[in-house]
């Protein structure tokens, strides 16, 4: 049986020398392109020697960075960097943790556009990290006494536009857009998931009704809806889409691409192999042949130390072609 090993480190910061912590009670990681922040929680022991002699909020503060790294047998995968967000004063320990969107939501935005695009918008009030953004006339722009987490929150709410890190990159307003070109993992059913909640479908019991909704340059929106009632609801948007007919059918391509049979929900392998949201996964069985297919990653979650294990569960997205 491997053995199980951690590493999180606590670089130097505000005069303390860095930390690093080998024995976690346990670590929770969430990390999906829906969330707008990747989320860990690093549950220790009150006496660690690195700090039994120290007030606990002394040794770890909000903003700190924090890397962590889980593996087996001293071979580890990096799992999530970020910042401290918060610290219990509670027995045992416990450290909430933000990635890089933490320092997105301290960062002030002041701005008015008349007309503007999201990339040219992202590039103006993002100056710390890349960006990947999509290239869509979004209109006027007004965000003033703001910060850019909250900007990227009414991007969503507005546009449908989803907004996540990838370590140092900024990707907004694109699904999948930046792992294309990672292998797929793949997985055998009864030999590598140890447990899953998989529904299967068959296209003809899929309920699914599409809205799309194209934004013009003037602010204007132009919508069209195809499917049924009682299902599913997706929403997807477009921008300058100038006449219905042409979205109804985008409407159509996109209704098609969920009337397929497939599997849904998630399935919980070891820590490795590593996925990642975006990745693809290859499904393979000996019970279901009939049944295997590739799919987009929609989220993660990963953990460690619970019952002695490392565990990362996967919730299902598209269908890849």
Wanted: charged share 30%; glycine share 8%; aromatic share 10%.
């Amino acid at each position: 049986m491997k053995a199980l090993c951690a590493k999180i480190t606590f670089e130097a910061s505000r005069g303390r020398e860095a930390i690093v912590l080998r024995k976690p009670t346990s670590v929770i990681v969430e990390k999906s392109w829906k969330m707008l922040t990747d989320t860990a929680i690093i549950t220790i022991a009150r006496n660690v020697r690195d700090f039994d002699k120290q007030k606990v909020r002394d040794v770890f503060r909000p903003g700190d960075p924090v890397k962590i790294e889980l593996g087996y047998d001293g071979e580890y995968y990096e799992e999530f960097v970020g910042f401290i967000s918060r610290v219990s004063a509670d027995i045992p320990i416990k450290i909430w943790c933000e990635d890089a969107m933490w320092k997105l939501k301290q960062q002030p935005v002041n701005i008015s556009k008349p007309s503007t695009t999201l990339k040219a918008l992202m590039d103006e009030v993002v100056t710390d990290y890349t960006i990947d953004a999509a290239e869509y006339e979004i209109g006027p722009a007004r965000y003033p006494q703001k910060t850019v987490a909250l900007v990227l929150d009414d991007l969503k709410k507005r546009f449908g536009f989803f907004s996540y890190m990838k370590g140092e990159k900024l990707v907004v307003g694109k699904i999948y857009a930046d792992d294309t070109g990672t292998p797929p993992v793949d997985l055998h059913l009864e030999k590598q998931v140890y447990s899953n909640n998989l529904e299967y479908q068959f296209a003809d019991d899929v309920i699914v009704k599409v809205f799309v909704e194209s934004t013009l340059s003037n602010g204007k929106k132009l919508k069209a809806e195809v499917g049924e009632d009682g299902g599913d609801v997706i929403r997807v948007p477009h921008f300058g889409i100038k006449d219905e007919e042409t979205l109804k059918k985008l409407a159509k391509v996109d209704y098609d691409k969920y009337k397929v049979n497939r599997y849904k929900g998630g399935i919980t392998t070891f820590g490795i192999p590593a996925i990642e949201h975006g990745w693809k996964v290859n499904l393979s069985s000996d019970l279901y042949p009939d049944r295997e297919g590739l799919y987009y990653v929609d989220s993660i979650k990963v953990s460690f130390g619970e019952g002695y294990r490392y565990a990362r569960t996967a919730t299902l997205g598209d269908v890849a072609q």
